[in-house]
């Protein structure tokens, strides 16, 4: 297994909390508008559907920051050996109630333990803007040293400068989290520091939900 600890953000607890409160909210959210869908939005499903294929055959697919499991079960649909982890356990309930079939674990992407190049591929879909800028650089290690060689990353993250603090979400429900934002090209530099090379990047401009995005793709080719 790794033997690359990775340090825990201060406020893991606080966020941990925050999307517990949402998780109800938000997934009534996916069912009910189709936000947070990917088969809603031509663009970004088409960036996972060129992710499973790059990774199919290479081995288990971790997505992690699964929330309540709407890609895990795509993926799982598409037949890839996937499973997802969440750090908010009541995300975790619903993902198993939505998807009985899918395998889902509690953990933070900070506490994951991953033996060097065991996996074919790796998600961090919208799900790793919330860790400090001087931690997410130690996950996308973590993560590049978990993928074969061939194996993909593909991860999606919120375009801006600086930090946005969160103090409600989701139909006025009191949270407090982080938002860190960055420029497109810093976080291409973040990810092939990581070890990984870039196979494609799609920048999304704001929306009527949400504000500008980037989509990365990265392979592992050593």
């Known amino acids: 297994m790794s033997t690359h600890p990775i340090d825990r953000p201060a406020d893991l607890d606080v966020v941990r909390d925050s999307y517990d409160r949402v998780a109800d909210n938000y997934v009534d959210m996916v069912l009910t508008t189709g936000i947070g869908d990917i088969r809603t939005v031509p663009w970004l499903k088409a960036s996972i559907d060129a992710f499973a294929d790059s990774v199919s055959g290479l081995g288990p697919v971790l997505d992690v920051g699964c929330g309540p499991g709407t890609v895990t079960a795509y993926l799982a ?51 790793l803007f919330n860790l400090p800028r001087d931690v997410l650089p130690q996950v996308l290690a973590h ?4 993928l074969k060689p061939g194996g993909h990353f593909i ?55 949400t504000g500008p995005g980037v989509v990365v793709m990265a392979r592992r080719n050593r």
């Open 155 to 209: 991860t999606a993250t919120h375009v801006g400068d600086g930090d946005r603090v969160r103090t409600e979400a989701y139909g006025g429900v009191p949270v407090r989290w982080t938002t860190h934002r960055w420029r497109p090209e810093e976080f291409v530099a973040l990810i092939e520091a990581a070890g990984l090379d870039t196979v494609a990047e799609l920048r999304l401009p704001a929306d009527e939900s």
């Open 77 to 127: 649909e598409r037949g890839l050996d996937v499973s997802g982890v969440d750090l908010s356990p009541r995300m975790i309930e619903n993902a198993r109630r939505l998807y009985p079939a899918c395998r889902f674990d509690v953990a933070s992407a900070t506490d994951l333990r991953l033996a060097e190049e065991s996996l074919g591929g790796v998600l961090g879909w919208w799900s």
């Open 143 to 146: 993560f590049a040293r978990a």
